[in-house]
């Protein structure tokens, strides 16, 4: 009996230490209304963080289709279905064409604070290409897709992209601005149309 009776109280104490070391629930999201949207940029820039050279478009605009209704999870919150940029130039004012590929993009919720939403876009790659110079833009991998940090702001629906782990990679010619592996970062703002409200409890 005093064997058996042992063994039940260590099967009661692992139970509660389980319960006890349980992860909390997520925090699930409220957006409205959801939908279609658009996002416009002004000045977008990408920026290889060894060189310095940096790649400037005089705009960039999206389309994207959010999750509307509450007790969302906050993954693929918004998915990104285009994009596009305009009037690229980069060192010695030479004019690139960037073209977004496989584009699927996924905005996801990490936190929320003061009507403020961080967390990350997702599946991003691109293609860079001008006079003697060729890249792809893409993850930690020529292989995988990148990430960039991200803020939505209620006030001024604006959703806001910087940092993250965006390398180039396959790079042909550029003077040695650019080489295969170097870390890149793509800063831009984009005015959602219509505006959308994003709250988590």
Not at 70 to 89: E, H, M, P, Q, Y
Not at 119 to 125: A, K, M, Y
């Amino acid at each position: 009996m005093r064997k058996r009776s042992a063994i039940c109280l260590a099967a009661t104490a692992a139970s509660l230490v389980v319960g006890l070391e349980a992860p909390a629930l997520a925090a699930t999201w409220t957006v409205t209304p959801g939908g279609a949207v658009t996002g416009t940029a002004g000045t977008t820039t990408l920026k290889d963080t060894r060189s310095g050279a940096t790649l400037t478009c005089a705009s960039s605009t999206t389309a994207a289709t959010v999750q509307g209704g509450s007790g969302l999870s906050g993954t693929a919150i918004a998915t990104v279905t285009s994009a596009s940029f305009t009037k690229c130039s980069g060192p010695l004012g030479l004019k690139f064409d960037v073209a977004a590929t496989d584009v699927a993009y996924q905005l996801n919720a990490v936190s929320h604070s003061a009507g403020v939403t961080t967390g990350t876009l997702d599946n991003i790659s691109a293609t860079l290409s001008g006079p003697f110079c060729t890249a792809s833009v893409g993850g930690a991998t020529a292989s995988s897709p990148g990430s960039v940090n991200g803020t939505y702001d209620n006030a001024t629906h604006t959703l806001s992209v910087t940092g993250g782990n965006l390398h180039v990679w396959n790079v042909s010619g550029c003077f040695g601005l650019l080489r295969s592996g170097d870390p890149v970062s793509y800063t831009a703002g984009y005015v959602l149309s219509p505006a959308q409200t994003i709250t988590s409890p």
